[in-house]
């Protein structure tokens, strides 16, 4: 079992930064695949980036590469999304979640979830 709850969250102008923090409890943390993602008002969940158990593989949307970086602390439980270059369309609920295969985009593949953090991107 694997508990998570991100942190970070906030108003930000566009084109400013924001990085956040999902803490891990259990101690099957660095078996996982970790992954974020995002949800905005009136829409479905959507796939963000993930890494890999050992921080050596990445994957990222689109529509955030070059702008956002994913990274993991296996010894702090913990993993990081630094967002640079924010834009309003980037506004939404920010979840990290824990699965095996970092390489699957889809909400399926992850078995635990955090609560969430708001993201606002002000123009």
């Known amino acids: 079992q694997v508990q998570l709850v991100e942190s970070g969250g906030g108003l930000v102008q566009a084109g400013g930064s924001l990085r956040l923090s999902c803490a891990a409890s259990?101690?099957?943390?660095?078996?996982?695949?970790m992954g974020w993602f995002r949800q905005a008002p009136g829409k479905e969940r959507e796939f963000v980036t993930s890494?890999?158990?050992?921080?050596?593989?990445?994957n990222y949307a689109d529509s955030v590469k070059g702008r956002f970086t994913i990274s993991r602390d296996n010894a702090k439980k913990t993993v990081y999304l630094q967002m640079n270059s924010l834009k309003p369309e980037d506004t939404a609920v920010y979840y990290c979640a824990a699965g095996l295969n970092y390489r699957v985009a889809t909400r399926r593949a992850y078995d635990y979830w955090g609560q969430g953090t708001q993201v606002t991107v002000s123009s």
């Open positions: 259990g101690r099957t943390f660095r078996n996982y695949a």
């Open positions: 890494i890999s158990w050992s921080g050596g593989d990445t």
